[in-house]
């Protein structure tokens, strides 16, 4: 899929709502999509809460479960094109390239989205479970980590978005639960 350097700029709502599906205190997902993408808003949004409520996410062991609400909610998961994703990430300097995490709002870049990283190889999905819980773990309050050491697991938190730097590719804040 080649991405387009712009949608339209306006945001539309994945219509539809999920209850959490597992115990733990409950925070709430909307996903928005922006107009004019070559992207299914359903299954975009269907994917982010698979992500999420995964045991190896950051709901890990029950402490916490993600139902996507089109209302009001906790955290609002963004897939936009490059040049509004840039302008949503100010005053970050992303040139559209890299994610970001603005208040409650985790912005995904279709860039990114569709062209994932060089290091991730041929696992576009790996890379994709990466951007969300990432982007969405600092939503969550986490900070950003270091590779710990030369063919170490990188931490989900690590900016693997800017290379591995020797750690191995890692979608998951619990990669062994």
Known sequence: MTVPQAGTGALSVVAGSVPAPGPGEV????????????VDGARFAEFALATLNDPRSWGRGGTMSFARTDGDADIVVVLASPD?????????????KLSCRTGSRAVLTLFRWVGAHPDYGDDRTGYRRYLVNHEVGHVLGHG???????????????QQTKGLLG?????????DA
């Open 167 to 175: 750690c191995a590719p890692n979608s998951w804040p619990y990669p």
């Open 144 to 158: 950003h980590e270091s590779c710990p050491g030369p063919g170490e697991r990188a931490p989900v938190m690590q």
């Open 84 to 96: 509004t994703s840039a302008a949503l990430c100010r005053p970050l300097v992303t040139y559209g």
């Open 27 to 38: 925070r709430t997902v909307r996903v928005e999509v922006e107009d004019g993408l070559p």
